[in-house]
């Protein structure tokens, strides 16, 4: 019994001691923390950032205020703790479900009144939609709002430029380059699981983004036609970018995997592929292996790209990646 309480006490001084050794500023006053946050931030800035057009924006302090025009920067905006900061957003915008919360400032074409209303520090804008975004840009700029174009990344390496380009401006680079890290190692996991797939056993496959009547397919150099790469499969398209396609052209491919992106938007997309006239002939649909996955966790250039990609692999080759 006196061994047990001995024991007791022992735990219990050990358990203060390593409270005592916790968090130094638990003790501090609110306004000194709030201090030594500011301080932080201060020393981070001014900082320059070079975008996409190639021009350098200079900010002098934290945006207190940001507006983003496309659903990829918002995900990567929320990933690195900036939800507060978020102001606006596009019509697009559905993740996470807080931004359903948030000002919309339009679809592709967005109100550039609306915008300005909005009083942003920063504007998060992208390469993507410089064709019909460009001169709402100009005026933005001219009437004193900073506006940073992200990359339009085609490849996992230029996603995680955008992300550390957004970081950066933000005052969150060391958060940007941490999820660069932990994306990067979830890429590089996966990838040396593929490594055990045998040459024979390599899968042909036909990424299907847009249903019938028009085809559209991932083509060859883009993020998807990398995914296929990594998981050690093979893109059924030779054509670049995002082709449309007729169905004749899928149906001589005849993939051993046909994987769709759109049941997110879309009702009943396996069923979409397998009822269409001609198509029972193709290996994929002969042997049930028609999956759908996550829309926009493999199509949008943000952080959940990797879970895409994850879900690609198991699509694919479920055997594998179990």
Same mark, same amino acid.
């Given at each position: 019994?006196?061994? $047990?309480?001995?024991? $007791?006490?022992?735990?219990?001084? #050990?358990?203060?001691?390593?409270?005592?050794?916790?968090?130094?500023?638990?003790?501090?006053?609110?306004?000194?923390?709030?201090?030594?946050?500011?301080?932080?931030?201060?020393?981070?800035?001014?900082?320059?950032?070079?975008?996409?057009?190639?021009?350098?924006?200079?900010?002098?302090?934290?945006?207190?205020?940001?507006?983003?025009?496309?659903?990829?920067?918002?995900?990567?905006?929320?990933?690195?703790?900036?939800?507060?900061?978020?102001?606006?957003?596009?019509?697009?915008?559905?993740? !996470?479900?807080?931004?359903?919360?948030?000002?919309?400032?339009?679809?592709?074409?967005?109100?550039?009144?609306?915008?300005?209303?909005?009083?942003?520090?920063?504007?998060?804008?992208?390469?993507?939609?410089?064709?019909?975004?460009?001169?709402?840009?100009?005026?933005?700029?001219?009437?004193?709002?900073?506006?940073?174009?992200?990359?339009?990344?085609?490849?996992?390496?230029?996603?995680?430029?955008?992300?550390?380009?957004?970081?950066?401006?933000?005052?969150?680079?060391?958060? #940007?380059?941490?999820?660069?890290?932990?994306?990067?190692?979830?890429?590089?996991?996966?990838?040396?699981?593929?490594?055990?797939?045998?040459?024979?056993?390599?899968?042909?496959?036909?990424?299907?983004?847009?249903?019938? !009547?028009?085809?559209?397919?991932?083509?060859?150099?883009?993020?998807?036609?990398?995914?296929?790469?990594?998981?050690?499969?093979?893109?059924?398209?030779?054509?670049?970018? /995002?082709?449309?396609?007729?169905?004749?052209?899928?149906?001589?491919?005849?993939?051993?995997?046909?994987?769709? *992106?759109?049941?997110?938007? *879309?009702?009943?997309?396996?069923?979409?592929?397998?009822?269409?006239?001609? /198509?029972?002939?193709?290996?994929?649909?002969?042997?049930?292996?028609?999956?759908?996955?996550?829309?926009?966790?493999?199509?949008?250039?943000?952080?959940?790209?990797?879970?895409? $990609?994850?879900?690609?692999?198991?699509?694919?080759? !479920?055997?594998?990646?179990?």
């Amino acid at each position: 019994m006196k061994k $047990l309480n001995a024991l $007791l006490i022992a735990l219990l001084v #050990a358990v203060f001691a390593l409270a005592g050794c916790g968090d130094s500023t638990a003790g501090e006053p609110k306004d000194n923390k709030e201090k030594q946050t500011a301080q932080e931030e201060k020393s981070v800035f001014p900082v320059t950032v070079t975008d996409a057009r190639g021009q350098e924006i200079s900010l002098d302090s934290k945006p207190e205020k940001i507006v983003s025009v496309i659903p990829s920067n918002t995900e990567i905006a929320y990933e690195l703790g900036l939800e507060k900061e978020i102001v606006g957003v596009s019509d697009f915008d559905n993740y !996470p479900e807080e931004v359903a919360e948030k000002e919309k400032i339009g679809g592709l074409e967005f109100n550039i009144e609306k915008v300005i209303s909005l009083k942003p520090d920063l504007v998060l804008g992208n390469a993507s939609g410089m064709n019909s975004a460009k001169d709402g840009f100009k005026q933005l700029e001219d009437a004193g709002i900073k506006v940073l174009v992200v990359n339009d990344a085609k490849n996992f390496e230029e996603v995680y430029e955008s992300i550390e380009m957004i970081g950066t401006a933000t005052g969150e680079k060391e958060k #940007a380059e941490k999820l660069v890290a932990d994306m990067k190692e979830k890429v590089a996991e996966i990838e040396s699981k593929a490594k055990g797939i045998k040459e024979e056993d390599k899968k042909s496959v036909f990424v299907e983004v847009a249903p019938a !009547p028009e085809i559209y397919a991932a083509g060859k150099n883009n993020f998807i036609d990398e995914m296929l790469q990594i998981i050690h499969a093979e893109n059924s398209v030779t054509q670049d970018g /995002w082709p449309k396609l007729d169905s004749e052209a899928v149906v001589k491919s005849n993939p051993d995997v046909i994987v769709t *992106t759109h049941g997110y938007y *879309t009702n009943d997309p396996v069923k979409n592929v397998t009822s269409r006239e001609g /198509w029972q002939g193709i290996k994929a649909v002969k042997e049930n292996r028609v999956i759908d996955v996550h829309s926009d966790k493999v199509t949008r250039t943000g952080p959940r790209l990797v879970e895409g $990609l994850e879900e690609m692999a198991k699509a694919v080759y !479920p055997d594998v990646f179990k």
